[in-house]
């Protein structure tokens, strides 16, 4: 071998693929989530003979497959039939009653949305789908400002499935009592994969993403192990990317261990990000962290004089602020009702 052999070549790279380390990238086959998306596929199947259906809810840590196993099972069925539209919404993104029906009339191919109020536009959706069926995915659910918008769903859509997706484990008990007794959703929680299925699923997008003899699987492990110890696939990828990076930063063809240790010492800072709190979460922590042990009531006072909302979305930014380790709820019986503390964490203050 040449002295040279080894140094990338300015117009060269390692990535023989890198789009399929992209987090938004769906694989063609999802292993591991068989058993969960035959479950789903079940559960849809009165749909296809125009009988009413399920609804879903899926619980479960970032990173585990809950959006990829949705897609997937959106796309199977769209391949499979027409009879049932799939839509899928991000509640991050469209967080308004107001955008999710914008979003929904865009993809049922109504473009005529300008100038439309809300209910008008329901109307048109209700129009479309009321004569087949739809599975509405949800997806970071627990980020709609409305919760309205699902209770109008399940109200004026007669055959359909809503597919609710979230983190946040106890996001059935912030739902208003008349949605939830229209929703009455299957719930299906979703584990962190094991160690070997983490390796399995990283090794498949390695070998798509870089070229041969670039990645040296004794160094690949450290990623799967770092990967598998988190619990979360996006952070597998997002070192696989980096340590790519990192070789090339070197101008070499070969991945090093230095590169991966690079790469690794970046996760806490790609991990802050997961955590993304909207404007009143984060007004919310400040005021907790200001009066640390004061009742939810007080806490409440202080938010709604702010922001004027319901004791409802309260409690599920609250919830969120929980859901995310950035506070510690204790229970005191005050007068007979049991009465929240808020206290911030420590490493948060
Ligand atoms: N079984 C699998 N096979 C291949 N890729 C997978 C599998 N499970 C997850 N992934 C990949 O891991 C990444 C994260 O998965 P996904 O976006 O579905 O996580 P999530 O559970 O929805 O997380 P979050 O709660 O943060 O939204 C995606 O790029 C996805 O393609
Ligand atoms: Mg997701």
Redesign the pocket.
């Given at each position: 071998m040449g002295m040279f052999d080894n140094f990338l070549q300015h117009d060269e790279t390692v990535f023989k693929e890198q789009l399929v380390l992209?987090?938004?990238?769906?694989?063609h086959?999802?292993?591991?989530?068989e058993n969960q998306q035959q479950y789903i596929a079940n559960l849809l199947k009165p749909l296809f003979s125009s009988k009413m259906s399920s609804n879903i809810l899926i619980t479960?840590?970032?990173?585990?497959?809950?959006?990829?196993?949705?897609?997937h099972i959106l796309r199977e069925m769209e391949n499979f039939s027409d009879k049932i539209y799939g839509i899928y919404i991000n509640c991050w993104k469209q967080d308004t009653s107001y955008k999710v029906l914008v979003d929904i009339c865009h993809q049922l191919g109504y473009k005529w949305t300008a100038n439309k109020k809300t209910n008008e536009l329901m109307n048109e959706i209700s129009k479309i789908v009321n004569k087949k069926a739809a599975v509405i995915i949800m997806?970071?659910v627990d980020k709609l400002k409305e919760e309205q918008i699902i209770y109008q769903l399940l109200e004026d859509l007669f055959r359909k499935s809503l597919i609710l997706?979230?983190?946040n484990k106890e996001f059935l008990a912030t739902l208003d009592q008349r949605t939830k007794s229209r929703l009455i959703p299957e719930v299906i929680e979703?584990v962190p994969?094991s160690y070997k299925?983490t390796y399995?699923?990283l090794y498949?997008?390695k070998k798509f993403a870089f070229y041969e003899n670039v990645f040296p699987d004794d160094l690949f492990e450290h990623i799967a192990q770092k990967a598998s110890d988190e619990k979360?696939?996006?952070i597998?990828?997002f070192l696989l990317k980096e340590t790519g990076n990192a070789t090339e930063l070197r101008s070499s063809k070969k991945v090093s261990q230095e590169d991966i240790e690079k790469a690794i010492s970046k996760v806490s800072s790609f991990q802050q990000t997961?955590t993304i709190l909207d404007d009143e979460e984060k007004e919310l922590l400040v005021m907790i962290k200001n009066n640390p042990g004061s009742s939810s009531s007080e806490i409440y006072t202080l938010y709604n004089q702010k922001f004027n909302k319901t004791d409802r979305t309260f409690r599920r930014k609250i919830s969120t602020l929980k859901e995310s380790d950035l506070i510690n709820v204790t229970e005191e019986r005050v007068n007979g009702t049991l009465m929240p503390y808020f206290f911030p964490k420590e490493s948060n203050s």
């Open positions: 992209d987090y938004e990238y769906l694989p086959i999802l292993k591991f989530r479960g840590s970032p990173g585990i497959g809950k959006t990829a196993c949705c897609r997806d970071e997706i979230t983190n979703f994969y299925e399995d699923i498949e997008r979360d696939i996006r597998g990828l997961k």
